[in-house]
Every structure is written in C-alpha cells, then in structure tokens.
C-alpha cells in the first residue's frame, strides 16, 4: 500500500494528500461536512489540523481516515 507523505488543508474544505509514489490527491470535504462522522471538519481551525503518520490521515484524536479510505474518497469524487 502506498505511504501518505504529507497532508496540506486548502481553501474552501479541499485536502491535498501528497503519497509517497508522487501522486497527488485532492478531497473535497465540502459535502461531507453534514455528515455524523465528518461533521466536526466544518470548523475551519479543526480542518487545518489535519496531519498524517504516513498510514492515515488525521485530525486531532476525532476524526480519520486511512490510505486506503483516501483513494475510496477519490474515487466516488471521480464518479461525480
């Protein structure tokens, strides 16, 4: 399984998750945010703290999500 290298919260609830191959991804958080288990993200200051081990990615002890679960994310975005 490719390695998160690093994780960069953008503007308007979008995360660049940088992998460790050079690949690159962007989730769009915003229509999470009404959601149970995304819901906390919709504070700006709690959606800069995301941060990554290299196995997930992770916002203070509440809220994450794995390499895996990332490209999950991704791909239901392409499906839009």
């Known amino acids: 399984m490719v390695q998160i290298k690093n994780v960069m919260p953008k503007e308007n609830y979008l995360l660049e998750v940088q992998l460790e191959n050079g690949s690159r991804v ?3 958080f915003s229509s999470r945010l009404h959601t149970v288990r995304f819901g906390m993200l919709a504070d ?27 490209f999950q994310l991704a791909q239901k975005e392409r499906l839009k």
């Not at 995301?50 to 997930?56: E, I, L, P, R």
């Open 26 to 28: 962007i989730l769009d």
């Open 44 to 70: 700006k200051d709690f959606f800069q703290r995301a941060v990554t081990d290299g196995d997930v990615v992770r916002w203070d002890n509440s809220i994450e999500i794995s390499a895996s679960e990332v």
